[in-house]
């Protein structure tokens, strides 16, 4: 009766807990599905401002080096033709590394703290081996206690046989012993007092 009860109660708590897991999981798809919807929704303005900052980049360096050509046709080819290059050259760099920046800019960062129960990646397996355990371990938990109350059974059936055999040596023996000692006439009624309970 109480084996059932324990058993009953453990697979209500086990429906009880997998709703809840169920219910746990179906929130987090629909937070990932709106998180995906929401970057999905801001990757094209992103892109948008790239290539509007990469092109106000190329316009500024266009006009800086018309500015720098006229400026250096008007002055001393030899020395300041050496200054322009390692002035464009440096120009270069500069810009490049101003689009390295804004095409590595980071993007909208949201912090999301969570607590998981359970991965979120191969979540399937992870039940198979979690709830595959719990039930094999309740397996040997119910074994165990089978063979427990059989061990108890089968040691008190050893001690009620052993208390009656100890009885009947007693019995025996007191026979044995009033046979020994009594005359003719007790150990035939003796006898036939043996007889008559055999027949029976």
Known sequence: MGETNVVNEFSGNSEFLINELIEEQKKLQKTTSDLLTAVNCSTPKVDNLKNSMEQ???????????????????SNKTSQDEDANSLKAILKKGIIDLKLVLSTSPKGITKKVQILLFPEQ???????????????????????????????????????????????????????????????????????????????
């Open 56 to 74: 106000l980049i190329d316009e500024k360096f266009r006009g800086l080096e018309k500015l720098m050509g006229q400026k250096l046709e008007n």
């Open 122 to 200: 191969d979540a399937k397996l992870f039940y198979k081996i979690v709830f595959g355990r719990w039930f094999m371990w309740l397996a040997i938990i119910v074994f165990m206690h089978f063979m427990y109350n059989w061990a108890v059974h089968w040691s008190d059936n050893n001690k009620e046989v052993k208390m009656q055999q100890l009885q009947n040596d007693r019995f025996t023996n007191a026979w044995n012993y009033l046979y020994k000692r009594s005359n003719k006439g007790t150990r035939r009624l003796m006898d036939s007092a043996w007889v008559k309970s055999a027949g029976n």
